[in-house]
């Protein structure tokens, strides 16, 4: 159960999983979530991903993990899976694929303040600093832009701009995350720690639906070929081969470095939104593309 060496050849098809797959998840979680309550549907997701992750690596001689391992992926899988993930997925109801991609591109941003602010306290540089301001601001333009003119299913423009934000919170979560899963007591193998992460993010899921009344809500007779297609995608995909690339990637490149997976999946989403399901393109999403992107490279940049 070594951890083989990380070669090249294994580093690049990690990222091209993570910026391509992950790319097109935004438009699948849009789709699930169109007859799924959206909790129940990513905790299935991530639940099913990780429990046949970890019982086929239980099969192949993983040791049971421990007390501590549980603990540590517990409170990853609260960051990672229900905080950013199930939060964007409700999200996704009201709010179109492309915006939401744009908005989580923030996550390298992210990066650089809570290893500011953080237990590290490092001391960003100038570039850094300017990435951060720069990526405020193309939040704040994509924020003034959700209006109910973007919005899905009927949302009102309150909604559409509190799903929005929910978005933002998904994306700090998930950042939060990511840094605590680099010195997490999980298991060495990053695979193992990538299952049980999702499998007790993804119980974590049901937990919070099934308190909202989302069972109550659920409706399998309605629910569309598409919703269950996209689930079985990111449940594969997403879940099983993008997460476990990303999860792998923290712990040989510097988080900084993975973030660069934001330059890509904004662009991926953006398109397959527009050329699926029909989403318009705003001046304040073309406009917040570019600042934010913009924004990221600079951060990128900033810290070398």
Do not use: C, H
Request: proline share 5%; charged share 10%.
């Amino acid at each position: 159960m070594n951890a083989r060496p990380a070669s090249t050849t294994r580093i690049i098809l990690a990222f091209l999983a993570v910026y391509i797959i992950w790319g097109s998840t935004y438009l699948a979680i849009r789709f699930a979530v169109e007859t799924m309550p959206p909790f129940l549907m990513a905790g299935t997701r991530f639940g099913s991903a990780g429990l046949a992750v970890y019982g086929w690596l239980r099969l192949r001689g993983a040791p049971r993990p421990t007390r501590s391992e549980w603990i540590a992926a517990t409170i990853a899988g609260a960051f990672l899976i229900l905080g950013g993930n199930g939060i964007l997925s409700w999200s996704e109801q009201y709010v179109p694929s492309g915006l939401a991609a744009l908005l989580v591109a923030m996550v390298p941003i992210w990066l650089v303040a809570i290893a500011r602010f953080g237990p590290e306290k490092e001391k960003p540089g100038g570039l850094e600093l300017l990435g951060l301001s720069l990526g405020l601001t193309g939040v704040t333009v994509l924020l003034l832009g959700s209006d109910a003119e973007i919005g899905l299913g009927g949302a009102s423009s309150g909604l559409v701009l509190l799903a929005s934000l929910g978005v933002v919170v998904a994306s700090i979560s998930w950042a939060i995350g990511s840094m605590y899963t680099r010195r997490a007591r999980l298991p060495a193998l990053p695979l193992y720690a990538t299952a049980l992460t999702m499998t007790a993010g993804g119980a974590l899921q049901i937990l919070v639906g099934l308190g909202l009344g989302e069972l109550r809500a659920l409706d399998l007779g309605a629910v569309s070929a598409r919703s269950w297609g996209s689930l079985v995608y990111l449940s594969v995909f997403g879940s099983i081969v993008a997460f476990s690339a990303y999860a792998w990637l923290l712990r040989v490149v510097r988080p900084a470095v993975v973030g660069t997976y934001a330059y890509v999946n904004p662009i991926v989403a953006v398109f397959l939104g527009w050329q699926l399901a029909g989403e318009r393109l705003t001046p304040a999403m073309w406009i917040g593309t570019i600042v934010i992107v913009s924004a990221v490279v600079l951060a990128q940049r900033g810290r070398g």
